[in-house]
């Protein structure tokens, strides 16, 4: 069985330090999750790539049900 097959949903949130990159990293893992909750509403020196982010979500979590992107739009890029 592949890796996150097990996984209903994962949610980092409130973290700073987890950005797009370590989300495009993991995302192949968890290829089951219905439940995805990312970013943190406080500021970030560091911009998300918001489109890639998309792109990758929609490449690797064909069962995802929900989203929730918790950063605000002035690191959003």
């Not at 495009?24 to 968890?30: E, I």
């Not at 790539?49 to 690797?60: M, T």
Request: proline residues 4%.
């Amino acid at each position: 069985m592949p890796e996150g097959v097990r996984y209903a949903g994962l949610v980092l949130s409130g973290m700073n330090h987890v950005t797009d990159s370590l989300w495009n990293t993991m995302l192949p893992r968890l290829q089951g999750s219905r439940i995805l909750v990312m970013g943190s509403p406080e500021k970030m020196a560091v911009k998300i790539h918001i489109d890639h982010l998309i792109d990758s979500v929609a490449r690797h979590c064909a069962a995802l049900e929900r989203i929730e992107f918790r950063w605000d739009n002035d690191t959003l890029r």
